[in-house]
């Protein structure tokens, strides 16, 4: 039977990025995200949301470059797989668990200016720019000054609801 483990997750960092490294060197970035989930309840039709805690961990260039240009707040795009860790609980010897997204790519994610402050119009407002970083693994070429890239580089075509012919 064939497997399929991907896991494409978008929403807020919640802590500080914690970058360590392995005795062998490599890099490791523990990353805590929060992923919103907003629905409106058909009894009520009251908006609602419920917030997912997401623990995800980078290796190697994936991790330093995160490390680098996320902080606590700052939306972020991941691509990975679920891991589940297992141990056994130093207090009780009872066996644990926690699934985890091993982060194997990542991009940045914006919102239009403005946005951040409430006080943007238009319909477009808020929505978020997602901009690629490759397979994560190397620095954005744009960033020759090591921060992200520049709002002056061109992110994906915009689609105006206008231009869409029904």
């Known amino acids: 039977m ?10 807020n960092i919640t802590r500080d990025i914690e970058l360590r490294h392995l005795p062998s ?3 490791v970035a ?10 409106r309840d058909q009894a009520t039709n009251e908006l609602k949301e419920e917030v997912t805690f997401v623990d995800c961990e980078a290796f190697g260039k994936t991790a330093e470059n995160i490390s680098k240009f996320f902080a606590k707040g700052k939306p972020i795009f991941l691509e990975g797989r679920l891991r589940l860790d297992t141990w056994k609980d130093k207090t009780d010897g ?3 668990s926690k699934l ?8 940045f994610v914006e919102t239009r ?7 943007a ?5 808020g929505r978020p720019i997602v901009r690629t970083v490759g ?14 890239p520049s709002s002056s580089q061109p992110a994906y075509e915009e689609i105006q609801s206008d231009d869409i012919p029904f």
């Not at 064939?2 to 929403?11: A, E, I, Q, S, T």
């Not at 985890?100 to 991009?107: A, I, L, Q, S, Y």
């Not at 200016?113 to 006080?119: I, K, M, W």
């Open 100 to 107: 985890k997204v091993v982060v194997d790519n990542f991009e």
């Open 135 to 148: 397979n994560g693994n190397r620095a954005p070429a744009s960033a020759p000054n090591g921060g992200p």
């Open 2 to 11: 064939p497997n399929y483990n991907r896991v494409l997750l978008m929403g």
């Open 113 to 119: 200016a403005g946005a951040a402050g409430g006080g």
């Open 94 to 96: 009872s066996n644990r």
């Open 121 to 125: 119009e238009g319909e477009n407002s």
């Open 30 to 39: 523990t990353i805590g995200l929060a992923v919103n989930r907003r629905w």
């Open 25 to 27: 060197g490599m890099a």
